[in-house]
Nanobody, 127 residues
Framework: QVQLVESGGGLAQAGGSLRLSCAASGRTFSLYAMGWFRQAPGKERVFVAGISRGGGSTIYADSVKGRFTISRDNAKRTVYLQMNSLKLEDTAVYYC????????????????????WGQGTQVSVSS
Protein backbone atom coordinates (compact mmCIF):
# COMPACT_ATOMS: atom_id res chain seq x y z
CA GLN A 1 0.00 0.00 0.00
CA VAL A 2 1.26 3.46 -0.93
CA GLN A 3 -0.23 6.75 0.14
CA LEU A 4 0.48 9.79 -1.99
CA VAL A 5 0.13 13.45 -1.04
CA GLU A 6 0.55 16.19 -3.63
CA SER A 7 1.53 19.77 -2.88
CA GLY A 8 2.73 22.87 -4.68
CA GLY A 9 -0.32 23.72 -6.69
CA GLY A 10 -1.74 27.21 -6.85
CA LEU A 11 -2.24 30.18 -9.10
CA ALA A 12 0.35 31.21 -11.66
CA GLN A 13 0.44 33.61 -14.57
CA ALA A 14 0.82 32.42 -18.11
CA GLY A 15 4.50 32.03 -18.82
CA GLY A 16 5.26 31.40 -15.18
CA SER A 17 6.37 28.32 -13.29
CA LEU A 18 5.19 26.01 -10.56
CA ARG A 19 6.74 22.95 -8.97
CA LEU A 20 4.54 20.15 -7.79
CA SER A 21 5.68 17.59 -5.25
CA CYS A 22 4.22 14.21 -4.38
CA ALA A 23 5.33 12.59 -1.15
CA ALA A 24 4.84 8.86 -0.75
CA SER A 25 4.52 6.76 2.35
CA GLY A 26 5.99 3.30 2.67
CA ARG A 27 9.45 1.85 2.26
CA THR A 28 9.05 0.49 -1.24
CA PHE A 29 8.75 3.77 -3.15
CA SER A 30 11.68 2.83 -5.38
CA LEU A 31 9.75 -0.19 -6.66
CA TYR A 32 7.08 2.01 -8.24
CA ALA A 33 7.11 3.88 -11.49
CA MET A 34 5.43 7.23 -10.92
CA GLY A 35 3.19 9.35 -13.06
CA TRP A 36 1.50 12.71 -13.13
CA PHE A 37 -1.97 13.08 -14.62
CA ARG A 38 -4.30 16.04 -14.86
CA GLN A 39 -8.00 16.62 -15.18
CA ALA A 40 -9.49 19.85 -16.43
CA PRO A 41 -13.11 20.75 -15.67
CA GLY A 42 -15.48 18.69 -17.77
CA LYS A 43 -12.68 16.64 -19.29
CA GLU A 44 -11.17 13.22 -18.76
CA ARG A 45 -8.09 12.63 -16.68
CA VAL A 46 -5.05 12.45 -18.96
CA PHE A 47 -1.42 11.47 -18.70
CA VAL A 48 1.10 14.28 -18.29
CA ALA A 49 4.45 12.69 -17.43
CA GLY A 50 5.91 9.49 -16.06
CA ILE A 51 9.21 8.31 -14.64
CA SER A 52 10.64 4.85 -14.16
CA ARG A 53 11.53 3.28 -10.85
CA GLY A 54 15.12 4.43 -10.87
CA GLY A 55 14.48 7.68 -12.73
CA GLY A 56 16.38 6.70 -15.84
CA SER A 57 13.38 6.76 -18.17
CA THR A 58 10.82 9.53 -18.57
CA ILE A 59 7.86 10.05 -20.86
CA TYR A 60 5.87 13.22 -21.52
CA ALA A 61 2.61 14.05 -23.18
CA ASP A 62 3.17 16.05 -26.35
CA SER A 63 1.30 18.99 -24.83
CA VAL A 64 3.90 19.47 -22.10
CA LYS A 65 7.07 18.24 -23.76
CA GLY A 66 9.86 20.77 -23.44
CA ARG A 67 8.02 22.71 -20.72
CA PHE A 68 7.53 20.19 -17.90
CA THR A 69 10.13 18.02 -16.21
CA ILE A 70 9.43 15.03 -14.00
CA SER A 71 12.02 13.86 -11.50
CA ARG A 72 12.19 11.77 -8.36
CA ASP A 73 14.24 11.43 -5.22
CA ASN A 74 13.90 7.87 -3.95
CA ALA A 75 15.69 8.66 -0.70
CA LYS A 76 13.02 11.27 0.05
CA ARG A 77 10.21 9.12 -1.45
CA THR A 78 9.14 12.12 -3.50
CA VAL A 79 8.36 12.76 -7.15
CA TYR A 80 8.35 16.25 -8.64
CA LEU A 81 6.83 17.98 -11.62
CA GLN A 82 8.56 21.21 -12.63
CA MET A 83 6.20 23.19 -14.83
CA ASN A 84 7.63 26.07 -16.84
CA SER A 85 6.16 28.32 -19.52
CA LEU A 86 2.71 27.65 -18.17
CA LYS A 87 -0.25 28.09 -20.47
CA LEU A 88 -3.92 28.73 -19.77
CA GLU A 89 -4.68 25.21 -20.93
CA ASP A 90 -2.49 23.76 -18.17
CA THR A 91 -5.21 24.66 -15.68
CA ALA A 92 -6.38 21.42 -14.07
CA VAL A 93 -6.27 19.29 -10.99
CA TYR A 94 -2.97 17.43 -11.03
CA TYR A 95 -2.71 13.92 -9.61
CA CYS A 96 0.32 11.80 -8.92
CA UNK A 97 0.06 8.05 -9.17
CA UNK A 98 2.15 4.96 -8.44
CA UNK A 99 2.46 1.96 -10.72
CA UNK A 100 3.70 -1.20 -9.00
CA UNK A 101 3.45 -3.57 -11.95
CA UNK A 102 6.59 -2.59 -13.80
CA UNK A 103 10.11 -3.74 -14.39
CA UNK A 104 12.95 -1.31 -14.03
CA UNK A 105 12.77 0.89 -17.11
CA UNK A 106 9.07 0.74 -17.97
CA UNK A 107 6.79 3.76 -17.74
CA UNK A 108 3.08 3.37 -18.42
CA UNK A 109 0.90 6.16 -19.73
CA UNK A 110 -2.58 4.79 -19.14
CA UNK A 111 -4.68 5.30 -16.04
CA UNK A 112 -5.50 1.61 -15.62
CA UNK A 113 -1.85 0.73 -15.05
CA UNK A 114 -1.56 2.87 -11.93
CA UNK A 115 -2.46 1.35 -8.60
CA UNK A 116 -2.41 4.23 -6.13
CA TRP A 117 -3.46 7.85 -6.48
CA GLY A 118 -3.10 11.06 -4.55
CA GLN A 119 -5.96 13.40 -3.80
CA GLY A 120 -4.89 15.98 -6.37
CA THR A 121 -3.70 19.57 -6.28
CA GLN A 122 -5.24 22.45 -8.21
CA VAL A 123 -3.16 24.38 -10.72
CA SER A 124 -4.72 27.51 -12.16
CA VAL A 125 -3.03 29.58 -14.85
CA SER A 126 -4.24 33.11 -15.54
CA SER A 127 -3.51 35.52 -18.35
Amino acid sequence: QVQLVESGGGLAQAGGSLRLSCAASGRTFSLYAMGWFRQAPGKERVFVAGISRGGGSTIYADSVKGRFTISRDNAKRTVYLQMNSLKLEDTAVYYCAADGGVITSVVHTTIKEYDFWGQGTQVSVSS
